[in-house]
């Protein structure tokens, strides 16, 4: 019939005329109840008048119509309030829109909110409708640390901070270590043959205790990393150790040594003539009190510690065979007898001497402090094992 045909209506006119007859009778049931607001009444008037004045909206050219653009922003925010994630109260919805049904307090309806932002509102239905095609389930809400606070914060909380740098585990810190230390072993054994080969001054000696100080730490961390993993850390290399007398220690012999051999390259330091059989046994004293102490943190296993224990854990047990069976406390007696080894190759008088006393008294009250807590430990078991195994260090029984 020509009288009810006409042209397709626009995608626009259509929208736009939905709206207002939402909007009217939305302004209709405002009025009936008493709650209707100016701006509401004026609207119904021009509305009754035939005057539209519909308010103007934001249209993408990207965009087929309005309505699919509404249609499918109030499923987006409707999925986004259903999750708590998407709220007005949250400052992340546009600041003003215009409802289809709206739940105002004017109506006092309960109506879930269809909005359609207008134009001006801070996101760009094109962009919107853009973006959503290609993640329809992004996450709206706004980051709360910047991504070097959130990787601090990561990292601050995982399971192997242990093992990060400047951490007691630092596997970093383990490297940087063992390299220094593999160096310093390269320098120490080939300073002392090139010496001993090409020259015949009596400084081999310095290169050989920087040997012997090198070795001694890397395997103090290799034979607990070995054998007592879990106690295994950057401090197993024992290069801190009673800070910072242990360093001046060294640094003491090492300025003996180089001062007497420069000042007096042809003293006798020995009694009788006996400086190359006091050198030898120095030497030999070396070898075996390193032997005896990393074979004795070898077979004790987890039960070895470079620390005093005070609560006896699950996997402590008393050793009492291999070297155990022959010498109490084993690992002191070998560290005991190297640190006065390296003192005779070197062939230093007072080093020797300080290095005894202060040992001696080191060991010897750290033994009755130990022995204490081993008998708190094991008991009769333990009183029977000292009662029958010495420990081989002079005046300590």
Not at 6 to 12: E, R
Not at 80 to 95: I, K, T, V
Not at 337 to 353: E, H, I, K, P, R
Request: hydrophobic fraction near 40%; charge should be neutral.
């Amino acid at each position: 019939m020509a009288g009810s045909a006409s042209s397709p209506a626009s995608p626009t006119s259509s929208a736009t005329s939905l709206l207002l007859h939402v909007r009217s009778s939305h302004d209709d049931e405002a009025s009936a109840t008493g709650h209707e607001t100016e701006t509401a009444r004026h609207r119904r008037r021009t509305h009754q008048a035939g005057i539209y004045s519909p308010i103007p909206v934001h249209v993408s050219p990207r965009s087929s119509s309005i309505s699919t653009l509404a249609s499918h922003w109030h499923e987006r925010t409707s999925r986004r309030a259903g999750s708590g994630m998407y709220s007005e109260s949250s400052g992340l919805m546009a600041p003003r829109t215009y409802s289809a049904i709206e739940n105002s307090e004017e109506s006092g309806s309960t109506t879930p909110r269809h909005s359609l932002p207008v134009t001006g509102a801070p996101r760009n239905l094109a962009q919107s409708s853009e973006s959503d095609d290609n993640n329809d389930d992004a996450d709206l809400s706004l980051p709360l640390l910047s991504p070097s606070a959130a990787s601090a914060h990561a990292a601050s909380h995982s399971p192997d901070r242990a093992y990060f740098p400047h951490q007691p585990k630092s596997l970093a810190g383990i490297a940087v270590r063992s390299f220094c230390l593999g160096i310093a072993l390269t320098l120490g054994v080939g300073g002392t043959v090139g010496v001993v080969v090409f020259t015949s001054s009596p400084l081999w000696r310095l290169p050989f205790f920087l040997a012997s100080l090198s070795l001694f730490h890397f395997l103090e961390f290799w034979t607990t990393a070995a054998y007592n993993t879990r106690a295994a850390e950057v401090g197993s290399f024992l290069l801190t150790a009673n800070w910072p007398g242990y360093a001046i220690a060294h640094s003491a012999a090492t300025f003996e040594c180089l001062l007497t051999n420069l000042a007096w390259p042809d003293r006798s330091w020995a009694p009788l003539h006996t400086a190359p059989l006091l050198c030898l046994m120095g030497l030999m004293l070396v070898v075996v009190g390193q032997t005896v102490r990393s074979v004795a943190m070898v077979q004790a296993g987890p039960s070895f510690n470079h620390l005093v224990q005070h609560q006896r854990s699950s996997g402590h047990v008393l050793v009492t065979t291999g070297l155990y069976g022959r010498l109490r406390h084993p690992s002191y007696f070998g560290f005991f007898w190297w640190a006065l080894g390296t003192q005779l190759v070197l062939g230093n008088v007072v080093s020797f001497f300080a290095y005894a006393a202060v040992l001696w008294k080191f060991f010897s009250t750290r033994i009755r402090h130990e022995e204490e807590l081993l008998v708190k430990f094991f008991g009769d078991e333990y009183i029977d094992y000292r009662d029958k195994v010495p420990t081989m260090l002079p005046f300590v029984s």
